[in-house]
T-cell receptor, first 114, second 115 residues
Framework: DQQVKQNSPSLSVQEGRISILNCDYT??????FLWYKKYPAEGPTFLIS?????DKNEDGRFTVFLNKSAKHLSLHIVPSQPGDSAVYFC?????????????FGEGTQLTVNP | DSGVTQTPKHLITATGQRVTLRCSPR?????VYWYQQSLDQGLQFLIQ???????AKGNILERFSAQQFPDLHSELNLSSLELGDSALYFC??????????????FGQGTRLTVV
């Protein structure tokens, strides 16, 4: 049961253009969403997050949008740079009584071409 | 550098064997999480420890076990290894025990290859 899905395994964009990465979830108990970026041979690095009480969060070139009714979130990168080329993971968490866990999507490989 | 240290970086072992993966969390972090990433898959949550106590458990196989020691480092023990256990194993840490607004910081991972 894949509760967080990233339907696009890969995305290729030109430098300077917008990159839009999408993520869908099924568990209505999720109330916090995160994006992680991963370079080869490195661990995932936290990028940006959003709580379910918001519909948008912005940090520099990165903006995350949340549509709760559609159970959909997206990450916008503007303008895209070659250094943004990496695998991007969407993750979600829900309130638990004693612990915490992140549920990850399968990842999207973003390639930004110079 | 996230501050989370995992050793070893690579491990090759035979089926049926037992291995131990080690993780040192960031300074000040009390929670340690273990995740498994198989080929072309997302990260799958295995288990969380907070200050030495198990706090959350995912789909961790019975052949796998973990613990967190008084100095807060953690070990993941994998036994009776099978070919399908070949994966990247990530450790992450965070300050608190969790709640929904927790950003975890990941180590570089241990690549386990079972032959």
């Amino acid at each position: 049961d894949q509760q967080v899905k990233q339907n696009s395994p890969s995305l290729s964009v030109q430098e300077g253009r917008i990159s839009i990465l999408n993520c869908d979830y099924t568990n209505s108990m999720f109330d916090y969403f995160l994006w992680y970026k991963k370079y080869p041979a490195e661990g995932p690095t936290f990028l940006i997050s959003i709580s379910s009480i918001k519909d948008k969060n912005e940090d520099g070139r990165f903006t995350v949008f949340l549509n709760k009714s559609a159970k959909h979130l997206s990450l916008h990168i503007v303008p895209s740079q070659p250094g943004d080329s990496a695998v991007y993971f969407c993750a979600a968490s829900a309130r638990e009584t004693s612990g915490s866990r992140l549920t990850f999507g399968e990842g999207t490989q973003l390639t930004v071409n110079p | 550098d996230s501050g989370v240290t995992q050793t070893p970086k690579h491990l090759i072992t035979a089926t049926g064997q037992r291995v131990t993966l080690r993780c040192s969390p960031r300074s000040g972090d009390l929670s340690v999480y273990w995740y498994q990433q198989s080929l072309d898959q997302g990260l799958q949550f295995l288990i969380q420890y907070y200050n030495g106590e198990e706090r959350a458990k995912g789909n961790i196989l019975e052949r796998f076990s973990a613990q967190q020691f008084p100095d807060l480092h953690s070990e993941l023990n994998l036994s009776s290894l099978e070919l399908g256990d070949s994966a990247l194993y990530f450790c992450a840490s965070s300050v608190g025990w969790g709640g929904p607004y927790t950003e975890a910081f990941f180590g570089q991972g241990t690549r386990l290859t079972v032959v």
